[in-house]
């Protein structure tokens, strides 16, 4: 699955990254390296959707990212 979106940091408990995508989705990232983990980077990213996995932040569904490039 590919999304395109915003890279965020919130700061919520010890501080998560999310991509807030295009179609208003947001996402709690997984995976990538620290290039990716950006504030207000937009990115095309490429990777899986693990909406059945919990997460403290409770945001979003987690996000796996394989690949991605800015653009």
């Known amino acids: 699955m590919k999304v395109t979106g915003e890279v965020k940091f919130q700061d ?3 501080g998560i990254w999310t991509l807030a995508s295009d ?3 947001t996402y709690l990232l997984a995976g990538g390296d ?3 983990k950006k504030p207000g980077s937009r990115v ?7 909406a059945d ?3 403290l932040a409770m ?3 987690r ?3 394989k ?3 800015f653009i």
């Open 44 to 50: 095309e990213a490429e990777g899986d959707v693990d």
């Open 12 to 14: 919520i408990e010890t």
């Open 67 to 69: 690949s991605y490039r």
């Open 34 to 36: 620290r290039k990716l």
């Open 23 to 25: 179609d208003g989705k």
């Open 63 to 65: 996000f796996i990212v």
């Open 59 to 61: 945001v979003g569904p």
């Open 53 to 55: 996995s919990l997460n």
